[in-house]
């Protein structure tokens, strides 16, 4: 895709939806970074329903250890890999508290140093809460990047440099956000909606559906 064609789609995103926000339910920077965590092989609407419930009575470091692992555990079983994220996220709520003054970094790296943190939950936190213009690659915008071409690349970290190059600068904030819903809603994998598809006539996925 030229760089004029990858300026009109993300101008027709931002016409359909000015201020993409992320599905997953939060109340601070802290609430944020447990959420992203617990996101991975999950849903968010399964990961919602798990943390309202946890949120209520742990929404700081603090408060989650001193629900400890089983209050953790019991809150979040409904999640896939439940029993390992409880326990990352009272690893990570501890270090919180020993090194960052009960506060989430805004550093990719020292993001990542937590437990149960990778790129793409850091990448998240950083874009949602610090509002960075960091592009979070998961498997709705591996597909869609690809599939479009506007970000193709042959595995995660490809992609993300391909948008971070590719996509011009004004839509880098909001751009994997835009990408996550097309993909999520209209451009799915295995029947994507290209009736509906406000990018049809750009897209160059030869597949189209009717």
């Not at 996101?39 to 250890?65: C, H, I, W, Y």
């Not at 809150?75 to 990570?92: D, S």
């Amino acid at each position: 895709m030229t760089y004029q064609e990858i300026c009109e789609c993300f101008a027709r995103f931002q016409a359909a939806e000015p201020e993409p926000k992320g599905e997953l339910e939060h109340t601070n920077a802290y609430t944020l970074l447990v959420a992203v965590a617990l996101s991975a092989q999950a849903t968010d609407a399964g990961v919602n329903k798990a943390t309202r419930g946890l949120f209520a009575v742990a929404d700081t470091p603090e408060k989650m250890l001193a629900l400890g692992l089983e209050g953790v555990t019991e809150h979040i079983k409904t999640i896939g890999l439940f029993r390992q994220k409880a326990k990352n996220v009272i690893k990570l709520s501890q270090m919180l508290v020993d090194g960052f003054d009960s506060k989430v970094p805004s550093s990719r790296e020292a993001l990542q140093s937590l437990p149960g943190v990778g790129r793409k939950t850091a990448n998240v936190v950083l874009n949602m809460w610090f509002h960075q213009p960091t592009q979070a690659v998961d498997t709705h915008i591996f597909r869609v990047g690809n599939r479009t071409g506007i970000a193709p690349g042959k595995d995660v970290d490809a992609v993300e440099r391909a948008m971070e190059d590719r996509v011009p600068a004004e839509y880098q904030q909001h751009a994997h956000h835009w990408l996550i819903l097309h993909g999520r809603y209209t451009c799915k994998a295995r029947k994507p909606q290209c009736a509906a598809c406000l990018i049809r006539d750009i897209c160059l996925f030869e597949e189209k559906t009717l």
